[in-house]
Nanobody
Framework: QVQLVESGGGLVQAGGSLRLSCVAS????????MGWYRQAPGKQRELVAT???????NYADSLKGRFTISRDNAENMVYLQMNSLKAEDTAVYYC??????????WGQGTQVTVSS
């Protein structure tokens, strides 16, 4: 059974930084795409960033320059470095992984709270 498990969330002051990590288990096959989405209270889940197994990245326009996604293909892990955090970045952050270009998996989410 494929599982994605996030870690690294928490409470941080505005202007601070956090690094989220996500590790996949239950498969040795490399995800063709991994990434991060977030959902704030009362809002829909939205894209944060994705990265292919070839290293091609895609970011939400509003987050470019502050967030950086990276991955370790050998370990099927994906990371999200978040800098200059703002109160509006407060959300549950979900790890995403896709296998065989069709099978999608989600982590359980990790809470990020930015105090102003």
């Amino acid at each position: 059974q494929v599982q994605l498990v996030e870690s690294g969330g928490g409470l941080v002051q505005a202007g601070g930084s956090l690094r989220l990590s996500c590790v996949a288990s239950g498969t040795t096959i490399r995800f063709d795409r991994m990434g991060w989405y977030r959902q704030a209270p009362g809002k829909q889940r939205e894209l944060v960033a994705t990265i292919t197994n070839g290293g091609i990245t895609n970011y939400a326009d509003s987050l470019k320059g502050r967030f950086t996604i990276s991955r370790d293909n050998a370990e099927n892990m994906v990371y999200l470095q978040m800098n200059s955090l703002k109160a509006e970045d407060t959300a549950v952050y979900y790890c995403y992984g896709r296998l065989y270009y069709t099978r999608e998996y989600w982590g359980q989410g990790t809470q990020v709270t930015v105090s102003s």
